[in-house]
């Protein structure tokens, strides 16, 4: 090849990896993302759906047999990686602006930040860096993910390990195995050094005493999770859980997810009470929510219920609703597809739930519905953003806008939606919690 064969090659080659940084760049969507037990939403998929429980005239839906209808079709739902399934109280929470992505953003940039250090050969400089993360990764543990802060603690004792602070860095793994055991160590980080106390961790672990978390919350009736495991709903007690810190998810609809940390002793039992806040613009999505159920059913709903899809999608920003409503008779469901913008159904259904688990058979019931979704063949088109006043000249009457254009072309043909069904272990409510008729296994 000759010299200036190689240099277009090379040059070609970078402009191909550029132009693939710039696409990457505007087609991965941010999604703001909170964790219940580690179900998060998906940074990408073909379609963004949410779930609204209804019931119909006549029948009674307890809060209880609401909220786990809520939580087993949305798990059920996840079970597709192309369905990105929203939590509604965290999507509002955006609306308000309640999420403090500053301090979140800040805690996974020093998390970054830290591990590069350390796998530098700096542990004393990565240090000061993942205990700051560690800190701020627990303090807004409600709108990041578990993972990120057991990924920050175990780095912060591989710093402490090798800056040679072995007893310190002991002390971190033995914390974080205790609300997290079946967190693993990072072989890639001197084995040699890391592995010998981690395992010494891992024996302490083991024989750590056993201590109880009395949740309450005001009002009662939330689902509780500890270290991301459904304990049940509020009031309700957590016993068997091993001397350290653990941290509590409350969550109930219509207020905004509440993260605590609480230290369990075993000596006396920990207590734990929250006032939950209700959710900005809740009122305003329970509003659009009784206005859609109306429409439930039709092949298109009526105007004051598509009103109500598609204020419900606006305040939600998504595509689609799934729409479960609870029939007369135990375990009997109708659930539906809507086209949020429109509220035009695109697949609908009868559940029978008989014997079995609530979440497998919600899960064989999406994919059906979704199998009717892909015949359909139907179009995800977003929503045009509110646009701003224009402050100055547009720029299509720019010539650089339309160079850059011609530059990258994308052309999407968003095609049907396939419910692949993963049957993973289903949720449980515990022994001694009081579930009404939702029975949850974990």
């Not at 179900?39 to 909220?67: F, M, N, Q």
């Not at 603690?153 to 205790?178: M, P, Y």
């Not at 929250?274 to 105007?303: K, N």
Request: charged share 25%.
């Amino acid at each position: 090849m000759r010299c200036g064969d190689r240099a277009n090659l090379r040059l070609g080659i970078g402009l191909a990896a550029a132009l693939a940084t710039v696409l990457i760049a505007v087609s991965s969507p941010a999604v703001a993302r909170a964790d219940d037990g580690d179900a998060i939403e998906g940074d990408r998929g073909e379609a963004t759906v949410a779930v609204v429980v209804t019931a119909a005239p006549g029948v009674k839906l307890p809060a209880a047999r609401r909220a786990t209808v809520q939580v087993s079709v949305e798990r059920a739902l996840k079970r597709d990686p192309r369905l990105i399934v929203v939590d509604k109280d965290d999507r509002l929470a955006v609306r308000a602006k309640r999420v403090p992505s500053e301090v979140v953003n800040e805690a996974r940039a020093l998390l970054r930040s830290g591990e590069e250090l350390l796998r530098r050969g700096q542990a004393k400089t990565a240090l000061l860096k993942l205990e700051g993360a560690s800190v701020q990764l627990a303090r807004v543990l409600a709108w990041t993910q578990k993972q990120e802060l057991a990924r920050a603690q175990f780095l912060l004792g591989a710093a402490q390990a090798l800056s040679g602070d072995t007893r310190s860095a002991t002390a971190t793994f033995v914390d974080l195995l205790a609300w997290r055991p079946g967190a693993v160590a990072d072989a890639d980080l001197e084995p040699g050094v890391i592995l010998p106390l981690w395992e010494k961790a891992q024996a302490r672990a083991r024989k750590l005493a056993g201590g109880s978390i009395d949740i309450e919350t005001t009002p009662a009736g939330a689902l509780a999770y500890v270290d991301g495991k459904l304990a049940g709903f509020t009031p309700t007690v957590v016993e068997g859980l091993p001397v350290g810190i653990h941290y509590v998810t409350v969550r109930r609809d219509g207020h905004e997810r509440r993260v605590e940390a609480v230290r369990v002793s075993d000596k006396k039992p920990a207590r734990l009470k929250i006032r939950m806040e209700t959710s900005r613009r809740g009122a305003e999505l329970a509003v659009a929510e009784r206005a859609l159920v109306d429409g439930v059913g039709a092949a298109l709903a009526p105007a004051a219920a598509q009103a109500g899809f598609s204020e419900a999608g606006e305040l939600l920003d998504v595509e689609q609703l799934v729409v479960v409503s609870a029939e007369a008779g135990a375990g009997r469901y109708r659930v539906f597809v809507y086209e949020a913008s429109g509220g035009s159904r695109l697949a609908g259904a009868t559940l029978d739930v008989g014997d079995r688990e609530l979440e497998d058979a919600f899960a064989d019931i999406t994919g059906s519905l979704y199998e009717q979704v892909a015949r359909a063949k139907v179009k995800v088109v977003k929503k045009p953003r509110p646009k701003a006043a224009p402050a100055g000249p547009s720029i299509f009457t720019r010539k650089w806008f339309w160079i850059t254009l011609a530059g990258v072309a994308v052309v999407g043909a968003t095609t049907g939606i396939v419910l692949s069904i993963d049957r993973s272990e289903p949720l449980t409510c515990p022994v001694g919690t009081s579930c009404g008729e939702v029975i949850f296994r974990f």
